[in-house]
């Protein structure tokens, strides 16, 4: 079992039956290092420096995420609104789970960044101390919930807002040597102040080479995955992030999934009806990823993007175009995709203020208002906005 502590961040409380002689230093351990015998921790003292969940109100059950429960919650000594992502040990002998401590670490680290979800601290439940929770700013929505309530697609000036708030925070990541590998619409966040922040880490990695890591074939919500995915490659690149960018620039056009695939073999047909049949010739070493052979592809030589997306612009259709590309080495990059010329021709990605206030007036049965979301912002909140606002005077 884990716990945490101001010296070390998570620790692990050791059984009695395991050995200590690896130890340097006994600190904070259930068991006395020398004589092996049980020491009870004082219940004032269990805890450690963590705050309990007794110091917040639960005030609304706001969803799930890949490993957990998220609610809305008031912080009783500050007043203020926050978000808590609930952790449960099924086996509390087995301590935390690694995808808890992976997103814990990896968020508590990198989320510092204006488009990433911040993590504030780490909360217990003192009378369960195998269930805790992850304390984060609170968005009002994700971008699946309020581009579901939207009356039309989104305008051009909000669509490459959001896609360059998405990119500007996988620029971050990626620089970071980290791949996020479930990047869709309801893990895009928007806070009261109208800005796009990436959430839900549970799938993510911090690898140690920038260009690839070994990891689990079975990631990334189907519509949202890459072909080097649906075909087994053992080796997964910050590539598949951008492939999954290109399912949320194209949703945000349409209105709707680009890519609804109903299973592997049908997302693989509905690529190749939008893209074309892949080949070596483009994606050199396809025919070598193992599960190749679970697919048989059509014969389709045509990319169908401009007919699916009759009013993008050329520049548009070029971006998305480099963020869809079969082969993950030539696919373009978050860097790259902010390089585009979509985000300079007119018109112009909109602020984030005119998001909020667009979203406000147009989702059918949109609880916020433009005064209630400026209650929710913090004191740091409020200058991001001003420094926003003087970017885009």
């Excluded at 998220?70 to 000594?77: C, I, N, P």
């Excluded at 609170?138 to 009356?151: A, F, M, S, T």
């Excluded at 993950?328 to 007119?346: C, M, Q, W």
């Amino acid at each position: 079992m884990y716990y945490f502590t101001e010296r070390y961040g998570v620790e692990r409380f050791r059984t009695m039956t395991e050995p200590f002689a690896d130890l340097e230093d006994g600190f904070g351990y259930l068991s006395l290092a020398k004589s092996c015998q049980a020491m009870r921790i004082p219940d004032k003292d269990k805890t450690g420096k963590c705050r309990t969940v007794a110091d917040f109100e639960k005030l609304d059950k706001l969803g799930e995420g890949t490993y957990g429960v998220v609610y809305k919650a008031r912080d009783r000594s500050t007043n203020e609104i926050v978000a808590m992502k609930r952790i449960k040990i099924s086996k509390p002998s087995d301590g935390l789970p690694v995808h808890a401590l992976r997103e814990i670490a990896l968020l508590l680290k990198y989320s510092q960044h204006t488009n990433i979800v911040n993590v504030r601290e780490v909360v217990i439940n003192s009378k369960c101390l195998h269930i805790f929770f992850m304390v984060m700013e609170y968005c009002d929505d994700d971008l699946c919930n309020i581009v579901g309530e939207l009356r039309r697609p989104l305008p051009e000036k909000q669509v490459k807002f959001v896609l360059q708030q998405l990119l500007s925070g996988l620029a971050y990541l990626h620089r970071h040597f980290i791949v996020h590998r479930d990047v869709k619409l309801s893990n895009l966040l928007m806070s009261g102040a109208g800005v796009i922040k990436l959430a839900d880490f549970g799938l993510a990695r911090k690898y140690c080479m920038p260009a690839e890591a070994e990891l689990t074939p079975g990631v990334v919500t189907r519509y949202y995955r890459a072909p080097e995915i649906l075909f087994g490659a053992k080796t997964q690149t910050t590539a598949v992030d951008m492939w999954a960018t290109a399912c949320v620039f194209g949703e945000l056009l349409l209105n709707g999934p680009i890519l609804p695939g109903k299973s592997d073999a049908h997302q693989v047909e509905l690529i190749i009806e939008l893209l074309g049949t892949p080949s070596e010739a483009i994606w050199p070493g396809m025919s070598n990823l193992p599960a190749m052979t679970n697919f048989k592809l059509a014969s389709q030589p045509y990319n169908n993007l401009k007919s699916v997306l009759p009013r993008l612009s050329d520049s548009g259709l070029r971006l998305l175009n480099l963020l869809f590309m079969y082969d993950p080495v030539k696919r373009g990059t978050a860097e790259d995709a902010l390089a585009s010329g979509y985000f300079t021709e007119n018109p112009p990605p909109c602020s984030p203020m005119e998001m909020r206030d667009y979203c406000a007036k147009n989702c059918v049965g949109r609880p916020f208002s433009a005064a209630a979301a400026v209650r929710n912002v913090s004191a740091d909140g409020v200058a991001m906005i001003n420094t926003v606002k003087s970017n885009f005077r």
